[in-house]
């Protein structure tokens, strides 16, 4: 077999794959590599303190609930304020 649960004595034995094969295989692993420890992430929450910030903007406790947490924070990035409420002048 040319695999083996322990990696320090791993052995690849290049005979048991075609050229494509490899050529994806090593296409695939170098893809991976360049990836390094970069890692994506979705925000789900807005935090005490983004919502401190966005009362700050005037922005009233209902309104902050229907807001989506990355909405939330481009509100905070832009420093957009509250504008009046709907209805008032």
Request: negative net charge; without cysteine; charged residues 30%.
């Given at each position: 077999m040319p695999f083996d649960n322990n990696v320090e004595d791993f052995v690849f034995d290049t005979a048991l794959f075609d050229l494509n094969a490899l050529t994806a295989l090593d296409n695939i692993y170098k893809s991976l590599e360049s990836v390094g420890s970069k890692s994506a992430s979705v925000k789900f929450m807005i935090t005490l303190q983004e919502?401190?910030?966005?009362?700050?903007?005037?922005?009233?406790?209902?309104?902050?609930?229907?807001?989506?947490?990355?909405?939330?924070?481009?509100?905070?990035?832009?420093?957009?304020?509250?504008?009046?409420?709907?209805?008032?002048?």
């Open positions: 919502e401190a910030d966005l009362t700050a903007l005037g922005y009233s406790k209902e309104q902050i609930n229907k807001l989506k947490p990355l909405e939330a924070e481009d509100i905070l990035k832009s420093g957009i304020n509250a504008g009046p409420p709907i209805g008032r002048e």
